[in-house]
């Protein structure tokens, strides 16, 4: 919903170059920040959590940071495996266990 | 490893049809929640509850009703379904001991015809 806006649509990389997924919120849904990954006929999973300012988490080979500053929680990592295709969703939690996905960013990563 | 278990996984009806989607946890969750999934519009919350006899409003509500029979059970009700219901609707628990992760379900996939 309005609460939180990642990277739009459908992004397409080549096997081995970097992946950095956008995502923005709203200031009131800081409490904490998820990624989840939807792979292809599967249902969503953890990827990574933060409600630490400034501080890397990675798992996986993604990370994120948290910047509350700039309300920002973007989703990197350093070269695209094609295992990575899925569907990733950005979710703060503004309020103890109510989750706010966001749209959906689906990663084709290419050979 | 968190189980959450949905029945029935697909399910046809018709404009107007009486349906009930299923969701069973058994790792002593507080909170279960209902999604639905379409494209374009991610994952949207139904319903969820914080325990048996509870329930509360999500973003999309209209046309659902939720039931909170036992910590485990949590069951979306779509009384008059219409055409608009057909997505993908997953069923979703957590709590604090689980650090607020919510665990899914395979999902069911609904058509309204």
């Known amino acids: 919903g309005d609460s939180v806006t990642q990277t739009e649509g459908l992004v397409t990389l080549t096997e081995g170059l970097p992946v950095m997924l956008n995502c923005t919120y709203q200031?009131?849904?800081?409490?904490?920040l998820f990624w989840y990954v939807q792979h292809l006929n599967e249902a969503p999973k953890l990827l990574l959590k933060?409600?630490?300012?400034?501080k890397r988490t990675e798992h996986q080979g993604f990370h994120a940071t948290l910047h509350k500053s700039s309300s920002s929680f973007h989703l990197q990592k350093s070269s695209a495996q094609l295992s990575d295709s899925a569907l990733y969703y950005c979710?703060?939690?503004?309020?103890?266990?109510?989750?706010?996905f966001g749209s959906g960013t689906k990663l084709t990563v290419e050979p | 490893e968190a189980a959450v278990t949905q029945s029935p996984r697909n399910k046809v009806t018709v404009t107007g049809g009486n349906v009930t989607l299923s969701c069973r946890q058994t790792?002593?969750?507080?909170?279960m929640y209902w999604y639905r999934q379409d494209t374009g519009h991610g994952l949207r919350l139904i319903h969820y509850?914080?325990?048996?006899?509870?329930?509360q409003i999500g973003d999309v509500p209209d046309g659902y009703k939720a039931t909170r029979t036992t910590q485990e059970d949590f069951f979306l009700l779509l009384e008059l379904a219409s055409p608009s219901q057909t997505s993908l609707y997953f069923c979703?628990?957590?709590?604090?001991?689980?650090?607020?992760?919510?665990?899914f379900g395979a999902g069911t996939r609904l058509s309204v015809l």
């Open positions: 979703a628990s957590s709590d604090r001991d689980s650090k607020n992760t919510l665990y």
């Open positions: 200031t009131a849904y800081s409490t904490f």
């Open positions: 933060s409600s630490t300012d400034n």
């Open positions: 979710a703060p939690m503004p309020n103890y266990n109510v989750l706010y």
């Open positions: 790792n002593s969750h507080n909170y």
């Open positions: 509850s914080y325990g048996a006899g509870n329930l």
